[in-house]
Nanobody, 124 residues
Framework: QVQLVESGGGLVQAGNSLRLSCAAS????????MGWFRQAPGKVREFVAA????????YYSNSVKGRFTISRENTKNTVALQMNTLKPEDTAVYYC?????????????????WGQGTQVTVSS
């Protein structure tokens, strides 16, 4: 069983930055593929960023590419999402997710563990 806890959300003005963090439990964190998703009110959950369990090239949605950076600290069992140049359309609840039996993917159904989410609100 894997537990994920997100932190770092808040209210910021457009153009500012936030850094989200996800702390994971488990003995085999280095083998998990990790991802970030977000869901705005009235909209479906969408992919943001992901990184494979064995490192390598991260994946980003086109809407955040060049602004967001995903990173892992395997010795601390954490994954972070650095969000720069935030826009009002980035406003959403951000969820950390882990896939224990699949590589990094943009499909949320491929992830089998989810955190509770952290609210990010970007004002104009």
């Amino acid at each position: 069983q894997v537990q994920l806890v997100e932190s770092g959300g808040g209210l910021v003005q457009a153009g500012n930055s936030l850094r989200l963090s996800c702390a994971a439990s488990g003995r085999t964190f280095i083998f998990y593929s990790m991802g970030w998703f977000r869901q705005a009110p009235g909209k479906v959950r969408e992919f943001v960023a992901a990184m494979t369990r064995s490192g390598g090239v991260p994946y980003y949605s086109n809407s955040v590419k060049g602004r967001f950076t995903i990173s892992r600290e395997n010795t601390k069992n954490t994954v972070a999402l650095q969000m720069n140049t935030l826009k009002p359309e980035d406003t959403a609840v951000y969820y950390c997710a882990a896939a224990t039996n699949a590589p990094a993917t943009t499909t949320d159904s491929h992830y089998n563990y989810w955190g509770q989410g952290t609210q990010v609100t970007v004002s104009s």
